[in-house]
């Protein structure tokens, strides 16, 4: 096998050489330059070793220099596609080609006016694969004034008014749209930065496309650009909502909820705008108060019931109703008369998934402080406006209209404090006999095989009482007996037919250390650790200062790893304490 990868990685040597050497001596033939070039990037695409022997002999060099120098567009074409895809391919290759120099030549392809469509779309994509996930193309793109010529790409390639993707023509300007949309997605994303100061110049027209179009190939580039623009930045997200942004998202989604019903597409697409709406709001949750007048928490506990969703969907849409209501007594009403805490509840009950029980938790935590604290206020103007009779009239109609939810409310907050008090028991017995046990008691109807279980359970937490605790580890996993070691059994145990090459009884293996419980039965994985990143510290500080110290709140509001608590959040911010006193 090493001789094979040995004779291929020679021959990908030779064929590379081999083809750098025609694109040399080929300059008067551009369809052969083109195929040269084409089976290049053939061989580099999905392989990462070849692009950087490509880059080591001169081949990324002299490829940049040919999609200059070139007087034939379709090699111009073809070699930047391909310097795109060594770039993307290689990170090498990326931090090698990424200069101010290289996006002075992008831009010019862009200006010129002699640069035909699909020329341009090259020149952006090269331009995507240099900012995608490096801050320094993320900064040359800034200080070329690369990002600016994008932004005015954005607003006027497409028009709204001639949208017919049918169209050869108006197809491939729709494609360097999108384009152009992708990338400036990378420019503002992974780390994000002061480009989303710029690129929110054109939230307006973003608003106008929204307002006259709701078909997906605008909206989701569109969203996708608004989304990762305000991410985490509360001036930018205000901007957007200050020139109506948010009032149009609302609108888009209250559209798309009314199709929703023929169309698959249209649920697809609002869970797209519903994302959208939560970045908006995901650091100022007062903003959310502005969603009220929509109803959006109804249309969203709406889209929640489709069954087409998937659990990433889900966790959206959960979220946003959290950000919604999270400060809003408004949505907090919508949320309660929409019948949204049994959902949160019955989501909490029946789902496996980590990510969605700490969304709907985030919910239920807003419901429980609504419950507790909520109460009936009438604004001052309506005391002006209104007579002693009908003010009174009016407050007996709205109570008697909540009352029956306050008293459904208060039930569900009951069961809340009894999952929570679950959640909290720290006993072996209660974190893992994980509910089996418990589900077996309530059960009337028991076969006899599972009435054995709850005995010998039963007989092993007696036995296991009577052991002296000594350092010596306890095996919870059964341990096979020689049949003629079987013990005897009463008679409703021999009727059950028990298999007697199983020990029920804890056994004991000499060790040095300490009491040791062998938990191979539960098979339980210790969590593998994970360092926090600077974008999870930079998330963690931001959500205290914001917060305060709701490590749980802040767990929910930024994006962390997979698998991360509250403990961790906690711990590692005293640690950060610590090293900041000790300095």
Same mark, same amino acid.
């Given at each position: 096998?090493?001789?094979?990868?040995?004779?291929?990685?020679?021959?990908?040597?030779?064929?590379?050489?081999?083809?750098?050497?025609?694109?040399?001596?080929?300059?008067?033939?551009?369809?052969?330059?083109?195929?040269?070039?084409?089976?290049?990037?053939?061989?580099?695409?999905?392989?990462?070793?070849?692009?950087?022997?490509?880059?080591?002999?001169?081949?990324?060099?002299?490829?940049?220099?040919?999609?200059?120098?070139?007087?034939?567009?379709?090699?111009?074409?073809?070699?930047?596609?391909?310097?795109?895809?060594?770039?993307?391919?290689?990170?090498?290759?990326?931090?090698?080609?990424?200069?101010?120099?290289?996006?002075?030549?992008?831009?010019?392809?862009?200006?010129?006016?002699?640069?035909?469509?699909?020329?341009?779309?090259?020149?952006?994509?090269?331009?995507?694969?240099?900012?995608?996930?490096?801050?320094?193309?993320?900064?040359?793109?800034?200080?070329?004034?690369?990002?600016?010529?994008?932004?005015?790409?954005?607003?006027?390639?497409?028009?709204?008014?001639?949208?017919?993707?049918?169209?050869?023509?108006?197809?491939?300007?729709?494609?360097?749209?999108?384009?152009?949309?992708?990338?400036?997605?990378?420019?503002?994303?992974?780390?994000?930065?002061?480009?989303?100061?710029?690129?929110?110049?054109?939230?307006?027209?973003?608003?106008?496309?929204?307002?006259?179009?709701?078909?997906?190939?605008?909206?989701?580039?569109?969203?996708?650009?608004?989304?990762?623009?305000?991410?985490?930045?509360?001036?930018?997200?205000?901007?957007?909502?200050?020139?109506?942004?948010?009032?149009?998202?609302?609108?888009?989604?209250?559209?798309?909820?009314?199709?929703?019903?023929?169309?698959?597409?249209?649920?697809?697409?609002?869970?797209?705008?519903?994302?959208?709406?939560?970045?908006?709001?995901?650091?100022?949750?007062?903003?959310?108060?502005?969603?009220?007048?929509?109803?959006?928490?109804?249309?969203?506990?709406?889209?929640?019931?489709?069954?087409?969703?998937?659990?990433?969907?889900?966790?959206?849409?959960?979220?946003?109703?959290?950000?919604?209501?999270?400060?809003?007594?408004?949505?907090?009403?919508?949320?309660?008369?929409?019948?949204?805490?049994?959902?949160?509840?019955?989501?909490?009950?029946?789902?496996?998934?980590?990510?969605?029980?700490?969304?709907?938790?985030?919910?239920?935590?807003?419901?429980?402080?609504?419950?507790?604290?909520?109460?009936?206020?009438?604004?001052?103007?309506?005391?002006?406006?209104?007579?002693?009779?009908?003010?009174?009239?009016?407050?007996?109609?709205?109570?008697?209209?909540?009352?029956?939810?306050?008293?459904?409310? &208060? #039930?569900?907050? *009951?069961?809340?404090? $009894? !999952?929570?008090?679950?959640?909290?028991?720290?006993?072996?017995? =209660?974190? @893992?006999?994980?509910?089996?046990?418990?589900?077996?008691?309530?059960?009337?109807?028991?076969?006899?095989?599972?009435?054995?279980?709850?005995?010998?359970?039963?007989?092993?937490?007696?036995?296991?009482?009577?052991?002296?605790?000594?350092?010596?580890?306890?095996?919870?996993?059964?341990?096979?007996?020689?049949?003629?070691?079987?013990?005897?059994?009463?008679?409703?145990?021999?009727?059950?037919?028990?298999?007697?090459?199983?020990?029920?009884?804890?056994?004991?293996?000499?060790?040095?250390?300490?009491?040791?419980?062998?938990?191979?039965?539960?098979?339980?994985?210790?969590?593998?650790?994970?360092?926090?990143?600077?974008?999870?510290?930079?998330?963690?500080?931001?959500?205290? &200062? #914001?917060?305060? *110290?709701?490590?749980? $709140? !802040?767990?929910?509001?930024?994006?962390?790893?997979?698998?991360? =608590?509250? @403990?961790?959040?906690?711990?590692?911010?005293?640690?950060?304490?610590?090293?900041?006193?000790?300095?």
């Amino acid at each position: 096998m090493e001789n094979q990868n040995l004779q291929k990685t020679l021959y990908m040597k030779t064929d590379l050489n081999l083809l750098l050497e025609c694109l040399k001596y080929q300059m008067d033939c551009p369809l052969s330059q083109k195929e040269a070039l084409i089976t290049i990037y053939s061989i580099c695409q999905q392989n990462s070793e070849a692009s950087e022997y490509f880059r080591e002999i001169g081949g990324l060099r002299f490829i940049n220099d040919l999609a200059k120098s070139s007087v034939h567009c379709i090699v111009k074409e073809a070699a930047l596609f391909t310097l795109g895809i060594i770039i993307e391919s290689n990170v090498y290759c990326q931090q090698s080609l990424c200069t101010s120099a290289l996006f002075e030549d992008l831009i010019l392809f862009l200006i010129n006016k002699d640069s035909g469509v699909n020329l341009k779309r090259m020149s952006v994509y090269v331009i995507l694969v240099l900012v995608s996930n490096n801050k320094y193309g993320q900064t040359y793109v800034r200080e070329t004034g690369c990002i600016g010529l994008l932004l005015q790409l954005f607003r006027t390639t497409l028009s709204a008014s001639e949208m017919n993707l049918s169209d050869e023509n108006t197809y491939q300007c729709y494609q360097l749209w999108s384009s152009v949309c992708s990338t400036l997605c990378a420019c503002v994303n992974n780390p994000q930065n002061d480009n989303q100061s710029i690129c929110c110049a054109v939230f307006p027209y973003a608003k106008e496309w929204l307002e006259s179009c709701t078909e997906p190939e605008i909206v989701r580039p569109i969203c996708s650009f608004v989304g990762l623009t305000v991410a985490n930045n509360s001036t930018v997200q205000k901007y957007f909502v200050s020139v109506g942004g948010l009032d149009t998202l609302a609108q888009v989604l209250i559209k798309l909820m009314h199709d929703s019903c023929m169309s698959h597409s249209s649920t697809k697409l609002a869970v797209v705008v519903t994302k959208t709406l939560d970045a908006c709001i995901a650091n100022d949750s007062a903003m959310g108060g502005a969603l009220a007048k929509y109803h959006t928490v109804s249309e969203l506990l709406n889209l929640l019931s489709n069954d087409t969703l998937d659990t990433g969907e889900k966790i959206s849409i959960i979220l946003t109703i959290g950000h919604c209501t999270e400060v809003c007594e408004e949505n907090q009403y919508e949320l309660l008369k929409n019948n949204g805490l049994p959902l949160m509840i019955q989501v909490l009950t029946e789902s496996q998934d980590e990510e969605l029980n700490k969304a709907a938790t985030f919910v239920l935590q807003n419901c429980k402080q609504m419950t507790e604290q909520l109460s009936l206020k009438i604004n001052e103007s309506s005391l002006n406006e209104k007579n002693a009779d009908e003010l009174e009239a009016d407050m007996q109609i709205r109570e008697r209209s909540l009352q029956d939810y306050w008293k459904k409310a &208060k #039930e569900i907050l *009951h069961r809340i404090k $009894l !999952i929570e008090k679950e959640h909290d028991e720290v006993g072996m017995f =209660t974190k @893992v006999g994980k509910t089996f046990s418990k589900m077996l008691r309530s059960c009337p109807y028991l076969c006899y095989h599972h009435k054995v279980i709850l005995e010998a359970e039963e007989r092993y937490k007696k036995e296991l009482k009577k052991l002296p605790v000594s350092n010596n580890s306890i095996l919870l996993t059964p341990i096979r007996k020689n049949k003629s070691d079987t013990s005897h059994r009463d008679e409703h145990d021999k009727n059950t037919q028990l298999p007697e090459e199983y020990n029920l009884l804890p056994t004991y293996e000499k060790c040095e250390g300490s009491l040791d419980i062998n938990m191979r039965t539960l098979n339980k994985k210790r969590r593998i650790r994970k360092d926090f990143t600077d974008e999870e510290i930079s998330y963690l500080l931001t959500g205290v &200062k #914001e917060m305060g *110290h709701h490590w749980n $709140l !802040i767990l929910w509001s930024y994006p962390f790893q997979k698998g991360r =608590t509250n @403990v961790d959040l906690s711990s590692k911010y005293y640690k950060l304490q610590v090293q900041v006193t000790k300095v």
